[in-house]
T-cell receptor
């Protein structure tokens, strides 16, 4: 596709459930970022992949959050035992290399009820 | 600790006017300063970016002014149009890597 694609667009889940959020980056982009955006705030960095490896996961809030990128393309953000405070828009961005412009997807709006 | 502070939180300007949004940063290691535009339900889109070796960069109606000694930078939108109504975020990063964002400015341009 032409841009970064995130699925689903919206996800409503019950407190305590497990969720997976998917990101399809722009083809050929080696760098991939996950951000979380709460209402009225700017995106907050979660994790950065260079290829298949997580080069920087310093933004993950706790061990309930985990992300993978097994083949260096699609990435999945996994959240265990969801809490109401996890409700936010989760954004994915990709860039051709680490030092070039990052392009964002439209985000997945996660609501934990 | 908020490393990038953005103001104002909201801004209303008349069509044809100048919109000015300001940001201040703390980390002197930051060397890449982009501005993003975000419409409801969409992800942020890069508008314009600057590196600290220049004090100003202009692209069309959008200009970034950068003051390295004050650790401040600003976005100026000339001849503001209703279609510019959106939320604007400043950000800062080291070597264009992971970004630290401001909290955003909601701009409304009245026709």
């Amino acid at each position: 596709g032409a841009g970064v694609s995130q699925t689903p667009s919206n996800k409503v889940t019950e407190k305590g459930k497990y969720v997976e959020l998917r990101c399809d980056p722009i083809s050929g982009h080696t760098a991939l970022y996950w951000y979380r955006q709460s209402l009225g705030q700017g995106p907050e960095f979660l994790i950065y992949f260079q290829g298949t490896g997580a080069a920087d996961d310093s933004g993950l809030p706790n061990d309930r959050f985990f992300a993978v990128r097994p083949e260096g393309s699609v990435s999945t953000l996994k959240i265990q035992r969801t809490e109401r405070g996890d409700s936010a828009v989760y954004l994915c961005a990709s860039s051709q290399t680490r030092v070039t412009e990052a392009f964002f997807g439209q985000g997945t709006r996660l609501t934990v009820v | 600790q908020q490393q990038v502070k953005q103001s104002p939180q909201s801004l209303i300007v008349q069509k044809g006017g100048i919109s000015i949004i300001n940001c201040a940063y703390e980390n002197t290691a930051f060397d890449y300063f982009p501005w993003y535009q975000q419409f409801p339900g969409k992800g942020p889109a890069l508008l314009i970016a600057i590196r600290p070796d220049v004090s100003e960069k202009k692209e069309g109606r959008f200009t970034i002014s950068f003051n390295k000694s004050a650790k401040q930078f600003s976005l100026h939108i000339m001849d503001s149009q209703p279609g510019d109504s959106a939320t604007y975020f400043c950000a800062a990063s080291v070597n264009a890597g992971k970004s630290t964002f401001g909290d955003g400015t909601t701009l409304t341009v009245k026709p």
